[in-house]
């Protein structure tokens, strides 16, 4: 990962600047709206799947974008918040959001929103506050977000259920990439 010329260092980046130094990432335009409510709300997230697998790989071409929210009662609040923003229901409590004993995770999709993602809540297996320190930071749209690294990759795509040709072929660059 480039870092920040000792010039720039402890100054506020503009624009220019983190794009020089960040990772540009792309999704479907129409989760643009998605990632900025996101990060006004203060959700934390980690972006996962195949926009995750394009920052280690820039020739992956992602479908959707999938995020893992961290499973806490505030995380879910502020979940709540940024999908209000974008016009969505969250047909959850905060606390059932944390509590809730089984995976988790909702689409966004069509014909319900015209969104294309897929939201989903850290599981125990998954240690949130673990993979946020690991993951990297690039831009999706004109925002900063935490992007998992591979190692979380191969994890997340390993305890996927009903894993389709595209997770396997990503699991297959992982995987050749982490023996290197």
Known sequence: MPT??????????TRAILA???KQLTSDTANQRLV?????????????????????????????????????????????????????????TPEEYAQHPRPTGFPLKPPKTVLNADVF????????EEQWAEAHDALLF???????????????IEHAQDLK???LRDLELLRRAADE
């Open 4 to 13: 920040v010329p000792e010039s720039l260092r402890g100054k506020k980046p």
């Open 20 to 22: 020089a130094v960040l």
């Open 36 to 92: 900025e409510a996101l990060a006004e709300a203060q959700v934390p997230f980690i972006v996962i799947g195949g926009v995750a697998v394009q920052c280690h790989f820039p020739e992956r071409v992602p479908d959707d974008l999938d995020i893992v929210v961290a499973r806490t009662v505030e995380a879910g609040r502020r979940l709540l918040v940024a999908l209000d923003a974008v016009r969505v229901t969250g047909y959850f």
């Open 121 to 128: 809540t850290a599981e125990p297996w998954f240690n949130f």
């Open 142 to 156: 004109d925002t900063t977000v935490k992007v998992a690294s591979k190692g979380a990759l191969i994890m997340w």
């Open 165 to 167: 040709p595209k997770h």
